[in-house]
T-cell receptor, first 109, second 114 residues
Framework: AQRVTQPEKLLSVFKGAPVELKCNYS??????LFWYVQYSRQRLQLLLR??SRESIKGFTADLNKGETSFHLKKPFAQEEDSAMYYC???????????FGRGTSLIVHP | GAGVSQTPSNKVTEKGKYVELRCDPI?????LYWYRQSLGQGPEFLIY????????DSGLPNDRFFAVRPEGSVSTLKIQRTERGDSAVYLC????????????FGQGTRLTVV
């Protein structure tokens, strides 16, 4: 069975500080990993996926198969980054995303 | 173009009643997903449609839950004999084609069973 673990429910930082939101997964095959974000009063939306290897809004995430991790990072947090962040995994068979419980990021001015 | 639309946005019902939640996916999207999100949790998979058929309904918690998508577009999630534990936000998502890995979410329906 596939599983996604986000160990932190809440992460609080000051503007300009580096941010790392942790995500670990368990899956025996080759997964696809994603980060979704939900800003206040908005719908859940895709932030980035590992296969794209892109940086979105200054965020990056690297898939580490050895550590089964897909941590989300940003070198300098901005107040507008405050949101709920969900890590998700999709397997090659079903392509149905499985989500972690989410981490609330609060960036203080 | 419009995104995924869910109606109603809020629904309060009494324990034991029947409810229907509607999802209008993005036009042309063949894959449709239902998720349930309880307070403090991430979205939990319920059912996945590919076209008109339920390709995977392994996430439905019990036989009180049922979903249809008769014409391959709009979907309805039906809950019979609602229980207080069914209270949650029900999310619908769609994607363009099979195995398209970006899902577009609706705003959700907040169901409260009193």
């Amino acid at each position: 069975a596939q599983r996604v673990t986000q160990p932190e429910k809440l992460l609080s930082v000051f503007k300009g500080a580096p941010v790392e939101l942790k995500c670990n997964y368990s899956y025996s095959g080759s997964p696809e990993l994603f980060w979704y974000v939900q800003y206040s009063r908005q719908r859940l939306q895709l932030l980035l996926r590992h296969i794209s290897r892109e940086s979105i809004k200054g965020f990056t995430a690297d898939l580490n198969k050895g550590e089964t991790s897909f941590h989300l990072k940003k070198p300098f947090a901005q107040e507008e980054d405050s949101a709920m962040y969900y890590c998700a995994l999709s397997s090659g068979g079903s392509y149905i995303p499985t989500f972690g419980r989410g981490t609330s990021l609060i960036v203080h001015p | 173009g419009a995104g995924v639309s869910q109606t109603p946005s809020n629904k309060v019902t009494e324990k034991g009643k029947y409810v229907e939640l509607r999802c209008d996916p993005i036009s042309g999207h063949t894959a449709l997903y239902w998720y349930r999100q309880s307070l403090g949790q991430g979205p939990e998979f319920l059912i996945y449609f590919q076209g008109t058929g339920a390709a995977d309904d392994s996430g439905l918690p019990n036989d009180r839950f049922f979903a249809v998508r008769p014409e391959g577009s709009v979907s309805t999630l039906k809950i019979q004999r609602t229980e207080r534990g069914d209270s949650a936000v029900y999310l619908c998502a769609s994607s363009l084609k099979p195995r398209d890995t970006e899902a577009f979410f609706g705003q959700g329906t907040r169901l409260t069973v009193v």
